[in-house]
């Protein structure tokens, strides 16, 4: 008897018989919506149920929480390696001192230009739909005793502010060890990541200095510590899926609907202020400075965005984002890992148009009158917040009270967000992630923008 014929693996790949790889960024977004769905379903069926909430908020804080933190520990815990060893490696590939201060300063005028454009589309959507208003004063109060607890926590950390001149000053850190140990968690004697960023940054310049000789061992070292972080994050995406979906049920499944509901306006501004920054000024400024389409720009850094709507951490999406810019986006090496790693924590336009929108939005709920000088004050005050934020979930919170109390309203307000702040803090760490690769893409403009356009005029002429 003769033995049966096999198949061709070629007819069996066009039958579609081989099995294909779901992309990490599908499973993700698939732990994204059934964390979420089923979030929704749990609170809905425990809302007039004081004992199943009761039992839901213990599962959720001792169980379900929990396993979504182990994914989130395990990327923070090599923020700091990741950051010091990017950036100056970053240096060092550019070599040239004089080319860094190109670099930094066409980072630094594309950072601005988003951020104060981010920042004034919120201030014109909040004057143009008046969310604040729509609030009446019983729903006020009520929210305002509900979260009087959480808004003193913000507001006694925002009173520990120090003056302009100081932030400026602890730029430059005493003890950059220190720097790195608090940087996280809000407990450094100075300004955390950017004091550990520019440690790294002038370590960076110190090994382009010395001999190439001498600094030769201490760049293998940066290079095997970087692999090495890369690995760890590798491992920890795998864990992505499940983790990313436990956040998503903790928070769903205990905010309450009639929170959502009484501050829908003020959602939809924030999310209209959000999607036109991102769908209009990223994709028109990624094609002028560089001539990359919006299809390709959007395709290319999706996983990146999945990622950090998952997470709420430009910190923790900062491996992704910087895998994308250099696979997909095919940007230079150094040019990526400098303007991603310093925009991790300096361009947090999103976080800025959120700032700008919320201290207007409860100006409007306190009846207080800003004049056209204290909107633009909030516009400056906004942008200088967003790079000062720490790029972890909640990092703008003290810094709104800051503003707010700036043109006089009560810093206590902000228990009236902090509802909805976490679900919008996903929304806005997109715009932040997405700001951070289109900056690379500009910059990176001038180093690859005829290929891209040679790329997008052969595109057109085969079509």
């Known amino acids: 008897m003769s033995q049966p014929e096999m198949p061709n693996t070629t007819e069996f790949h066009h039958a579609g018989y081989v099995k294909r790889k779901i992309p990490l960024a599908t499973k993700i977004l698939i732990g994204v919506l059934i964390g979420a769905v089923l979030g929704i379903i749990a609170n809905v069926l425990t809302a007039n149920n004081t004992d199943a909430r009761a039992h839901l908020e213990t599962w959720v804080t001792n169980l379900i929480e929990p396993i979504g933190k182990v994914f989130l520990r395990l990327v923070f815990m090599v923020v700091l390696p990741l950051v010091f060893s990017a950036l100056a490696l970053g240096v060092v590939a550019i070599g040239d001192v004089r080319k860094l201060g190109t670099l930094g300063l066409r980072t630094l005028a594309f950072t601005l230009i988003f951020s104060v454009t981010a920042v004034a589309l919120g201030v014109g959507l909040v004057n143009l739909i008046q969310p604040g208003t729509v609030l009446s004063a019983e729903q006020r109060d009520a929210l305002r005793t509900k979260y009087s607890d959480k808004a003193t926590s913000a507001v006694d950390k925002a009173s520990k502010a120090k003056p302009l001149r100081d932030i400026l ?19 450094s004697k100075g300004n955390g990541m950017l004091s550990v960023m520019f440690f790294s940054l002038v370590f960076g310049i110190a090994l382009v200095a010395v001999e190439p000789e001498k600094g030769r061992v201490m760049v293998q070292w940066l290079e095997g510590l970087f692999e ?7 491992f920890a995406m795998r864990l992505a899926p499940v983790g990313v979906g436990c956040l998503l049920f903790s928070i769903t499944s205990l905010v309450g609907v009639d929170i959502l509901w009484t501050l829908v306006w003020f959602v939809i501004t924030v999310l209209l202020g959000l999607g036109l920054q991102l769908v209009v000024t990223y994709p028109l400024m990624v094609k002028i400075f560089n001539g990359m389409g919006p299809m390709k720009f959007f395709r290319s850094i999706r996983e990146a965005m999945v990622t950090a709507f998952g997470t709420s951490s430009s910190n923790a999406t900062l491996p992704t984002a910087l895998r994308v810019a250099e696979e997909e986006l095919k940007l230079p090496p150094a040019t990526a890992r400098f303007v991603l790693t310093v925009g991790a924590t300096g361009n947090q336009n999103g976080t800025a148009l959120y700032e700008g929108v919320v201290v207007l939005f409860l100006a409007q709920v ?24 720490a790029g972890v979930p909640g990092g703008s919170l003290p810094l709104i009270v800051v503003v707010l109390r700036s043109v006089g309203v009560p810093g206590e307000g902000i228990g009236i967000i902090l509802g909805v702040d976490r679900v919008l803090d996903m929304c806005r760490t997109v ?8 900056v690379a893409t500009c910059v990176a403009g001038k180093e690859m923008g005829q290929t891209s356009a040679g790329e997008v005029a052969t595109e057109s002429a085969a079509s």
């Open 228 to 234: 090495i972080t890369m690995a760890i994050i590798n």
């Open 366 to 389: 306190f009846g207080v009158e800003l004049t056209i000088f204290q909107q633009i004050t909030v516009v400056l005050m906004s942008v200088l917040a967003g790079v000062g934020t």
């Open 169 to 187: 000053l602890d730029i430059i850190p005493e003890n950059p060890i220190q720097e790195m140990v608090g940087s996280l968690d809000g407990t």
């Open 431 to 438: 715009l932040n992630v997405t700001g951070d690769l289109a």
